[in-house]
């Protein structure tokens, strides 16, 4: 089994400025000003001790303690500061369509463009809520070519807050002399600094939905002096006072670090919280083979050679007849289709008249009305910020009408957003628009033209 490693960067602001400055045709540097805390588990071992050293250090003793790269891996926990969570709802449950979508429903939610985050979601509910983590594409990018430079096999990045213990109707909080984390379900959580507690554990009591019925609080002690313990309890019990929410603290002679590090030994392997997803995702490692292949790939290689031969004289006789027969297709095609003056691809073309005939010029999809719908609403709200704000969006199988419940300033950027669309080559009707509190409140069903 392979051995895992758990490291995270003692001072997060040297790491990003180091992302920050990196050039593509220049190796990093700053290795030993970047200070790492660091420990490893084995299926037969516990979590040891864990030390603090600089990159460059850390580097050079996990090379001497697993000299392959086949032997280790490393599970990278950054604070959960620099993710941005959402929740979203979107109705398919196609994850072509929740991939394609995902973008234009989170984007008025991020202060930066969406295109500089890579995005990763969890399992989506019943009622269509989907929750969204995202990180910025260059700290993911230059830290997988840091480890990639130092030979070090990155495996996940995760988020400290979502790499604490949980439990059906429970969340858990963890806190130490610096640090706030509170994980609330699968993907969603929050990291703060603790001189922040008051404030934010009174807003998220009061928002975040549903409340627990029991708040799990991890105190660890290492950097928790008694007067600092009391005002933790007292932070907490004054947030959840409202609420029939049960309190249960336990204390641990620790600090954060290997509590995280105890918790990633027992989580599974492949977590949905791991940023190294998609065009991330970390590359798979194999132990070398000691078996003499040499003789095996000498036939193999002569096989090939005559084969190929082979293949070629086949291949001489079998274009030949290609193009006898795509001559004669296409003089078919003429025949049935006169209309069509330009021919580049016989069977496509033809199967798309076939097609067309079956379908009948079938109504837009989904994600077509919802892609054109969306870049509209883009659009507005670059001109004048928050002009439109989706709520929620349905779509209509059987009568293939895009269902946008929306929130407009007024009643002239409702009609505005209903002649983009219009010009966009979509019918739009009104289902219902009222003003209330200053804003106003609508559904609009919005169809293709040809349907």
Same mark, same amino acid.
């Given at each position: ?287 070398? /083979? ?6 095996? *790939? %000498?036939?193999? =290689?002569?096989? @090939?050679? &005559? ?117 966009? /080559? ?6 219902? *628009? %009222?003003?209330? =509190?200053?804003? @106003?409140? &609508? ?9």
């Amino acid at each position: 089994m392979t051995t895992k490693v758990y490291l995270r960067f003692v001072n997060e602001n040297q790491w990003v400025g180091l992302c920050e400055a990196a050039q593509d045709d220049a190796p990093l540097d700053m290795l030993d000003d970047l200070m790492v805390e660091w420990c490893w588990s084995a299926t037969d071992h516990p979590v040891q001790a864990s030390a603090v050293v600089s990159f460059r250090e850390f580097a050079a003793e996990v090379h001497q303690r697993w000299p392959q790269t086949y032997l280790f891996g490393i599970d990278l926990v950054i604070s959960g500061a620099h993710t941005v969570g959402a929740q979203v709802n979107i109705p398919s449950k196609q994850m072509r369509h929740i991939a394609q979508a995902l973008p234009y429903m989170i984007e008025d939610q991020l202060a930066q463009d969406v295109a500089q985050f890579h995005l990763i979601h969890g399992t989506r509910s019943d009622n269509g809520e989907l929750p969204v983590l995202g990180l910025p594409r260059n700290l993911i990018e230059v830290t997988q070519r840091l480890f990639a430079e130092q030979q070090l096999p990155l495996d996940a990045i995760v988020p400290d807050m979502l790499c604490l213990p949980l439990a059906t109707g429970e969340w858990t909080l963890l806190a130490d002399g610096k640090h706030l984390l509170l994980r609330q379900s699968e993907m969603a959580g929050i990291a703060i600094e603790i001189d922040a507690a008051p404030v934010v554990l009174a807003a998220v009591f009061e928002h975040w939905q549903p409340r627990p019925a029991t708040l799990r609080v991890l105190l660890c002690k290492e950097h928790l002096n008694d007067y600092l313990m009391s005002w933790v309890k007292t932070q907490i019990n004054t947030a959840v006072a409202d609420s029939e929410t049960v309190v249960e603290y336990d204390e641990i002679a620790s600090d954060y670090f290997p509590v995280l590090c105890d918790r990633l030994q027992s989580a599974a392997r492949k977590s949905p919280s791991n940023f190294l997803q998609g065009a991330y995702t970390a590359k798979g490692r194999r132990k070398p /083979s000691s078996y003499n292949w040499k003789p095996l *790939a %000498a036939l193999a =290689a002569t096989f @090939v050679i &005559a084969y190929t031969a082979f293949l070629y004289t086949q291949s001489w006789k079998f274009n030949s007849e290609y193009k006898r027969l795509e001559a004669e297709a296409t003089t078919l095609y003429k025949r049935l289709f006169p209309s069509d003056r330009r021919i580049v691809n016989v069977k496509r073309q033809m199967e798309q008249h076939i097609q067309n005939f079956q379908r009948g010029q079938k109504s837009e999809s989904f994600l077509a009305l919802m892609t054109i719908t969306g870049q509209q609403i883009q659009q507005m709200n670059r001109a004048m910020q928050d002009s439109i704000k989706p709520q929620r969006a349905s779509y209509d199988e059987n009568q293939g009408d895009l269902r946008l419940d929306l929130l407009a300033k007024d009643f002239a950027q409702l009609e505005t957003l209903k002649s983009r669309l219009e010009s966009s /080559s979509l019918l739009v009707e009104t289902a219902s *628009a %009222a003003q209330d =509190a200053g804003v @106003v409140k &609508a559904r609009l069903k919005i169809r293709s033209q040809r349907s």
